[in-house]
């Protein structure tokens, strides 16, 4: 409005300004200015943005999977708005939530500030972060955001973290919360989505995440179930060069056990496209396993030419302790490593 206002008054000197000696011209440019400017209809100016106090309180969670990338929570959320020109619960868009009902809407006046309530219940997406797991911390995040007309032009959310808090009754099977916080920003999406008051083709909206940390109640617990038969398995496969009968066999067993293991593993996280901890984990058994096939072929061939079992045997112990122990190594910088980054 005010940019139709600003054009107008510009034609408006200009054919002032043209039927005009030079001498009056700029008095009278200056004068149709100042007297378009004040008889402009107030609120024509760009507003400040309306400022409204969001917070939250997490009742409840449940069923967190990593597989299936998604968790169940029941909050309720609050704001606190100057008037009541704008509600931003009503128009309060779930991004990453899958079945989510709201209930419960209330709006009541206090100490001449507009207070409203909702509660939203259901299933939510969550990318997990899996490359240490079970090592890792995680960061459940349910993103809400303005649906409406009410772009950040027009509305402006305060995060409310003093009020916001997590239920001391929750009681995660698996896990432990260990943070809640509340992040009120803005996203910029590169489309206006039609407003033709955005010439510019970009549309920023506020944004609310609510953000509860979380870490595994039993990590090392919980990495030896996933890992005993996969150890197991490399010992197999190292005393398999102690011995004189029945090594192929025993090498072959050991193969076998491992890609049965990871299997099993790999449904733990669900569907990843890099490789995280456990998968490392395989992959080192496997080349080791691979590494005791190759030097039993080498052996074998040594022996039958002519190098003697007893040379052999010596070497082949020599061997398996080598591959032990780096066997150890690499397992210490795998492990430590996710221990320290997660």
């Known amino acids: 409005m005010r940019r139709r206002v600003i054009v107008h008054c510009k034609r408006v000197t200009r054919r002032l300004s043209s039927a005009a000696p030079w001498a009056r011209r700029l008095l009278v440019i200056a004068a149709a200015l100042a007297a378009c400017l004040l008889v402009a209809p107030p609120g024509t100016a760009d507003a400040a943005p309306v400022s409204c106090r969001m917070g939250a309180y997490v009742q409840s969670l449940s069923d967190i999977d990593p597989a299936a990338g998604t968790f169940d ?177 025993l090498l072959g067993a050991t193969v076998f056990t491992v890609v049965l293991s990871y299997i099993s593993t790999d449904g733990l996280v669900g569907k990843h496209t890099s490789l995280y901890l456990l998968d490392k984990v395989h992959l080192l058994a496997l080349a080791v396993i691979l590494a005791a096939g190759i030097w039993l072929v080498r052996s074998a061939w040594a022996a039958s030419a002519g190098g003697g079992k007893t040379v052999s045997h010596r070497q082949d112990m020599t061997a398996a302790g080598a591959f032990f122990i780096f066997y150890v190594l690499m397992n210490v910088i795998l492990i430590g490593s996710a221990v320290a980054s997660s």
């Open 73 to 249: 929570a029941d909050i309720w959320l609050w704001s606190v708005c100057p008037d009541q020109t704008i509600e931003p619960l009503k128009s309060l868009e779930v991004v990453n939530g899958l079945d989510v009902e709201s209930s419960m809407d209330s709006t009541q006046e206090k100490d001449q500030q507009w207070w409203s309530n909702r509660k939203i219940a259901g299933k939510f997406r969550q990318d997990f972060a899996v490359s240490n797991f079970p090592f890792d911390n995680q960061t459940l995040v349910i993103r809400l955001e303005e649906g409406g007309q009410n772009d950040s032009r027009s509305l402006k959310y305060v995060a409310d973290n003093s009020g916001s808090k997590l239920d001391p009754d929750i009681s995660l099977r698996n896990w432990t919360a260990t943070s809640f916080r509340v992040v009120a920003s803005d996203t910029t999406y590169p489309t206006s989505y039609g407003d033709p008051s955005l010439p510019d083709g970009e549309s920023t909206y506020p944004r609310l995440d609510l953000e509860v940390g979380l870490q595994q109640k039993d990590k090392v617990g919980d990495f030896v179930k996933a890992t005993f038969a996969v150890y197991i398995a490399v010992l197999l496969a190292l005393f398999s060069l102690m011995i004189v009968d029945g090594r192929a066999e």
